[in-house]
T-cell receptor, first 112, second 108 residues
Framework: DAGVTQSPTHLIKTRGQQVTLRCSPK?????VSWYQQALGQGPQFIFQ???????QRGNFPDRFSGHQFPNYSSELNVNALLLGDSALYLC???????????FGPGTRLLVL | KNEVEQSPQNLTAQEGEFITINCSYS?????LHWLQQHPGGGIVSLFM???GKKKHGRLIATINIQEKHSSLHITASHPRDSAVYIC??????????FGTGTRLQVFP
């Protein structure tokens, strides 16, 4: 039974570029949440997808957008990258929005 | 002021010592999580609790809802326990709010 997987594991971009990160949930899970973790900080909630809709959103600008596909996998898109977007991006899945979340290994993004 | 505060930020221990990490929160919650994060970045859920106490092996987690406080205890600590321990609370909208973590190093 595969856990939560994320791709790519590492990514380097330059300011102004756009990036797409991908997440495949644990088998049987239908809810995906995305978090940003800056160095030395705790994760910050970006948004959550359930039934292919954005169910909740944290305090992030519109440059951060996402999508959930019919197979429950999800993408996080960030436009017009800033240096401050450099962080570990974590995806977590659950069976429903209220249940325990299982985290993926993260994608480490560096913006130069 | 952060909604979830952890102490200490950094903790160093000798193998075998009893360790306590504290978490205080200021929002209403439906549950509290203790998570472990290793240097590679992956996060593992240790406990989810909404009242009382839970034990798993050498790990014990307690929560006092009235005082909005939780503790994570590690008995007979081991170098493999070295990691960042993160407290996260689930608010009434099911959103997770994280503390900044406690970095634990256990030396042999």
């Amino acid at each position: 039974d595969a856990g939560v997987t994320q791709s790519p594991t590492h990514l380097i971009k330059t300011r102004g570029q756009q990036v797409t990160l991908r997440c495949s949930p644990k088998s049987g899970h239908d809810t995906v949440s995305w978090y940003q973790q800056a160095l030395g900080q705790g994760p910050q909630f970006i948004f959550q997808y359930y039934e292919e809709e954005e169910r909740q959103r944290g305090n992030f600008p519109d440059r951060f957008s996402g999508h959930q596909f019919p197979n429950y996998s999800s993408e996080l898109n960030v436009n017009a990258l800033l240096l401050g977007d450099s962080a570990l991006y974590l995806c977590a899945s659950s069976f429903g929005p209220k249940e325990t979340q299982y985290f993926g290994p993260g994608t480490r993004l560096l913006v130069l | 002021k952060n909604e979830v505060e952890q102490s200490p930020q950094n903790l160093t221990a000798q193998e075998g010592e009893f360790i306590t990490i504290n978490c205080s929160y200021s929002v209403g919650i439906s549950a509290l999580h203790w998570l472990q994060q290793h240097p590679g970045g992956g996060i593992v859920s240790l406990f989810m609790l909404s009242s009382g106490k839970k034990k798993h092996g050498r790990l014990i987690a307690t929560i006092n809802i009235q005082e909005k406080h939780s503790s994570l205890h590690i008995t007979a600590s081991h170098p493999r326990d070295s990691a960042v321990y993160i407290c996260a609370v689930k608010d009434y909208t099911d959103k997770l709010i994280f503390g900044t973590g406690t970095r634990l190093q256990v030396f042999p």
